[in-house]
């Protein structure tokens, strides 16, 4: 059974800064591994989806890295800014086309 | 606009009331999906289905129940059986495969009195 594990919990950093979100997954016979983006009280943002023949996927100043053999995945996020502030969730697939999402870092970027 | 709508975006449950949550999306999209979440945690899947008529369980089906009578809806019930109900409720869907790209839509809070 897929298990997906974020760390860390909560990140407080000051704008500007660049910084890294982590992921592990146990299962790492996946397809593909997404990040999303939650605000609060609201429902989730698709940002990033590595396939497995990927090592790396970018879209703007977010870059996501998979490494199946290490069960890992990171979320880096350059310059970052108060409009980031925001719940950062990764999922991996499970047999029977299912998702298994983590339980999300908190960011928060103050100005 | 193609999306998910879901409502309402806040519902309130009585003891012993059965109360359906409604997610429509006009994506033309295969599969769907509800998960829960509390606080603190990551989205459970409640139930999903990849085709009309046709539905899954998913880790935490208890006290729900689904209909998928057409293609483009995929209501929950959360029955009197469910004796902890008050979460977020997000509703998906994907082209197919439930490990493609999921799209969501934008909650039900449920709350009971």
């Known amino acids: 059974k897929q298990e997906v594990t974020q760390i860390p919990a909560a990140l407080s950093v000051p704008e500007g800064e660049n910084l890294v979100l982590n992921c592990s997954f146990t299962?790492?016979?996946?397809?593909?591994l997404q990040w999303f983006r939650q605000d609060p009280g609201k429902g989730l943002t698709s940002l990033l989806l590595?396939?497995?023949?990927?090592r790396e996927q970018t879209s703007g100043r977010l870059n996501a890295s998979l490494d199946k053999s290490s069960g890992r995945s990171t979320l880096y996020i350059a310059a970052s800014q108060p409009g980031d502030s925001a719940t950062y969730l990764c999922?991996?697939?499970?047999?029977?086309?299912?998702?298994?999402f983590g339980a999300g870092t908190i960011l928060r970027v103050k100005s | 606009d193609g999306g998910i709508t879901q409502s309402p975006k806040y519902l309130f449950r009585k003891e012993g009331q059965n109360v359906t949550l409604s997610c429509e999306q006009n994506?033309?999209?295969?599969?769907m999906y509800w998960y829960r979440q509390d606080p603190g945690q990551g989205l459970r899947l409640i139930y999903y289905?990849?085709?009309?008529?046709?539905?899954q369980k998913g880790d935490i089906a208890e006290g729900y129940s689904v209909s998928r009578e057409k293609k483009e809806s995929l209501p929950l019930t959360v029955t009197s059986a469910q004796k902890n109900p008050t979460a977020f409720y997000l509703c998906?869907?994907?082209?197919?495969?439930?490990?493609?790209?999921?799209?969501f839509g934008p909650g039900t809070r449920l709350l009971v009195l």
């Open positions: 998906a869907s994907s082209p197919g495969q439930g490990w493609e790209t999921q799209y």
């Open positions: 299962d790492s016979a996946i397809y593909n």
């Open positions: 590595i396939q497995s023949s990927q």
């Open positions: 999922a991996a697939p499970e047999y029977g086309n299912k998702l298994v």
């Open positions: 994506l033309n999209h295969d599969a």
């Open positions: 289905s990849q085709i009309v008529n046709d539905f």
